[in-house]
């Protein structure tokens, strides 16, 4: 179809795009990342972007913000913001925009926050940098925000750093600072795909209340169709660097037109009914047992009483049959993230057992526990912070079986093999972590925990980042493989639709509890915990009249 509609009057257009293209350098997949794209933003209005990962959506909002990188540039087009063409535009003039006329919420929370500033500083930087505020009202502003995003104890929240911060809170650090200045046009890439469904919905709320009440215009690119359900008031679909549909909500959700966009429709994960048809288990003993288990984190100076006690995993127990999966679901700061790296042993426990294969690993030394690391493998949940940006994705795949003996030419089939399989073409062995997008970077973590062929896997969010094409994809890939190899699964996750579609049991936790556990069709068809029941209909899209739309096209 045609890449553009009409250009609306310009007194309702906060941003225009006609005829961008941007290129890509030589020897990647395509030419241009985006090619020949035109859209309006119309003022006070919700404009989801949605496409697989890879389509040019990321591209696309970064050119809008003068943020491209210097080995993609914009070749042809313009960018019309408030009726001034943005493109070529001196850089000092564009960054009087950012933040105070159009400002972004990044996909990728950790590398955009300063690790050296507190969240707090980091929240003021903004303001400071338009000249907006005394110090006092910046910091009074910082934690308003920081109350409006829905971070627990503002006050100490202020004075934290990113690293102490769950996935969840970052981005809601993220938001805050894009929102600080509450600017006309807001940009939100992926804003809600590290946050559990009780906190994407209240994020989705402040988005749409600011919205309202600033008449701001947002552009929201999404893989989550659920999202797209609850907010938008028109859709955009990319695909390869091309728009192939366009139209208000309703039209594009209800009666799409491409088959594109019926694909990506058919493969939305819905809650479902059924109980996973279990994998035969070899053995009655457990692979994992997990006894009672402690983590706790301080912060602050014990002097005068200010230190901070956090039971982030407090007196866990479960037991993991071979070739069963796991699901543990619950709100950021849950403790879900924290259970995985104790399991893994990348934190130590404070009390409890953690028994792999009848033997209390939770005791062991580094030194000890080295020779059983290829056995109990991770996916991050972050991609970008676990892959060695200097090492190409060859060498991140090869040389952690390289040094545990396996020949250099295997491990260099294998991993090309498990690229195939996760989506990557072949080019992907000799490139960069920095050359792919959020989700292709996932895509290369899952490929480097299967190259050791474990008997344990524990995936954090494993498929947070992935559209909903290639997450299926993905699912359909890990129950492949364990259905082949009997490989057990602990599955962290937020999306409780793939959990009930992947686990075998659920458990939920809360503050570093379980607090209900069980088969999917118990935890979301009669869930005992009023916990749970506020997790379930907190889900998006799936108590919506969208939600029905997207289930009548799949």
């Known amino acids: 179809m045609a890449s553009g509609n009409p250009a609306a009057a310009p007194a309702d257009v906060a941003l225009s795009v006609r005829e961008l293209s941007v290129s890509l350098p030589q020897g990647m997949e395509r030419t241009y990342a985006i090619e020949n794209i035109s859209f309006d933003l119309k003022r006070g209005q919700i404009l989801c972007i949605i496409g697989e990962s890879g389509s040019g959506k990321s591209v696309t909002a970064n050119a809008i913000m003068g943020l491209l990188p210097k080995v993609i540039r914009v070749t042809s087009g313009a960018i019309h913001l408030n009726g001034t063409n943005i493109v070529g535009l001196a850089p000092e003039k564009l960054r009087s925009l950012r933040g105070r006329v159009v400002s972004m919420i990044f996909q990728d929370p950790l590398s955009a926050l300063n690790p050296l500033m507190t969240v707090g500083a980091q929240i003021e930087e903004v303001m400071a940098a338009h000249d907006v505020g005394t110090p006092a009202s910046r910091r009074s502003r910082a934690i308003d925000l920081l109350i409006e995003v829905g971070l627990p104890d503002p006050q100490l929240m ?27 046009i807001l940009i939100a890439d992926e804003p809600t795909t590290a946050l559990d469904v009780t906190t994407q919905a209240q994020i989705l709320k402040l988005i749409r209340d600011i919205q309202r009440r600033k008449w701001m215009s ?14 938008a008031d028109s859709v955009l679909v990319m695909e390869k660097g091309h728009i192939v549909e366009q139209g208000g909500a309703v039209q594009v959700l209800q009666s799409p037109s491409h088959p594109y966009t019926r694909r990506l ?35 602050g100076s014990a002097l005068f009483g200010k230190q901070r006690i956090v039971p982030a995993v407090n007196q866990v127990s479960f037991d993991l049959a071979p ?13 879900k993230s924290s259970l995985g790296r104790l399991l893994i042993k990348l934190l130590d426990s404070d009390d409890g057992r953690i028994l792999f294969e009848g033997r209390d690993v939770a005791k062991l030394s580094e030194a000890e526990f080295r020779p059983l690391r290829p056995q109990i493998q991770m996916i ?10 200097r090492s190409t994705v060859g060498q991140i795949l090869t040389v952690g079986p390289a040094a545990h003996g396996m020949p250099y030419a295997k491990a260099c089939d294998q991993a090309r093999s498990l690229l195939s399989r996760v989506g990557l073409d072949a080019g992907a062995f000799g490139r960069y972590p920095h050359e792919f997008s959020g989700g292709q970077r996932q895509r290369i973590g899952i490929a480097r925990a299967l ?40 599955f962290i996750t937020h999306d409780l639709r793939v959990a ?55």
């Open 500 to 554: 009930s579609q992947i686990c075998d049991e659920i458990a939920v936790m809360h503050k570093g509890r379980v607090v209900e556990s069980g088969p999917p069709s118990q935890i979301f068809l009669r869930p005992q915990s009023a916990y749970t029941r506020e997790l379930v209909a907190a889900i998006p899209g799936e108590q919506q009249g969208g939600a029905r739309a997207l289930a009548a096209n799949s």
């Open 323 to 335: 070739g069963h999966t796991l699901g543990v679901v619950g709100e950021s700061g849950s403790g």
């Open 158 to 184: 202020y004075h934290q750093y990113p690293f102490r911060l769950s996935g969840g809170q970052r981005q809601r650090v993220m938001i805050a600072m894009a929102l600080a200045l509450e600017p006309a």
């Open 380 to 389: 991050f949940q972050d991609p970008f912070a676990s892959l060695n940006p």
């Open 451 to 490: 190259m050791f062929k474990p008997k344990l896997l524990i995936a954090d969010e494993a498929v947070s980042a992935l559209d909903v094409s290639i997450q299926a994809q993905i699912l359909k890939l890990l129950d492949q493989i364990q259905r082949e190899t009997g490989v057990s699964m602990i």
């Open 218 to 231: 947002v552009m929201f690119i999404t893989h989550d169709f659920g999202v797209v359900a609850e907010i």
């Open 265 to 299: 429709i058919a493969a939305v994960p819905h809650l479902t009914g059924e109980d996973r048809a279990l994998v035969e288990a070899p053995a009655n003993e457990p692979i994992l047992k997990v006894e009672g288990l402690v983590k706790t984190y301080r912060s």
